[in-house]
């Protein structure tokens, strides 16, 4: 765990969401590149975040190239929060019994279930989640237990892009993984200052 990130990983009781984005490593000279019809391959890397959903801090990032599938960063990031996980949310791209088995026994996982999935002995959280969505239909699952709420990392990702861009400046993994360790630590410090709050108008006619 990043030292830098260590100070919101003592949460007790917290909901961890985890997912990935692209960064663009490559691409500074795209418009020479097109204009002289020269082709030079785009480089793309993942940045794997997980916050605590109740406070919206970052408690874990990773860069790895676009090649790492983000279930296989699952168990680092799983071991590297400090604090107690009441609940994990992650999309169908996690989906599978290892991510059920990593948190403690224990904690609420809610992971969408791929396509043509199967029930098995040993992961029960996964196999209530396979017969709900046959019974009930995906929609009302995601109703039932929240799902909507991961849609908070991604207002992370967009609020990251917007802040700092979608380039990461820095080539070698080393530099890029403290390019993105640097830059997760000041949205946290941004979100300790405070967040907006969203409140509904209603007009009447």
């Not at 890397?45 to 676009?66: E, V």
């Not at 799983?78 to 088995?101: E, T």
């Not at 390019?179 to 979100?191: A, D, R």
Request: aromatic share 10%.
């Amino acid at each position: 765990m990043s030292k830098k990130l260590r100070k919101w990983n003592r949460t007790e009781n917290l909901v961890f969401v985890i997912n990935a984005s692209g960064l663009k490593c490559y691409g500074e000279k795209e418009w020479t590149q097109s204009h002289y019809r020269r082709t030079r391959r785009r480089k793309f890397i993942k940045i794997h975040a997980g916050i605590n959903l109740n406070t919206r801090h970052i408690l874990f990032n990773k860069s790895t190239t676009s090649r790492v599938s983000d279930n296989s960063v699952l168990p680092e990031a799983i071991n590297n929060v400090v604090g107690k996980i009441d609940a994990l949310f992650a999309d169908g791209r996690y989906d599978s019994k290892g991510s059920y088995q990593l948190p403690d026994p224990d904690t609420k996982v809610v992971i969408t279930t791929r396509r043509n999935v199967v029930s098995d002995k040993h992961t029960l959280q996964r196999n209530k989640a396979i017969e709900y969505i046959e019974e009930h239909g995906k929609l009302r699952w995601k109703r039932e237990f929240n799902y909507h709420q991961r849609a908070l990392l991604e207002n992370l990702f967009s609020r990251w892009k917007t802040i700092y861009g979608e380039n990461i400046r820095f080539k070698s993994s080393e530099a890029q993984q403290t390019e993105v360790t640097l830059k997760s630590f000041i949205l946290n410090k941004m979100t300790e200052l405070g967040m907006p709050e969203c409140k509904r108008i209603y007009f009447l006619n």
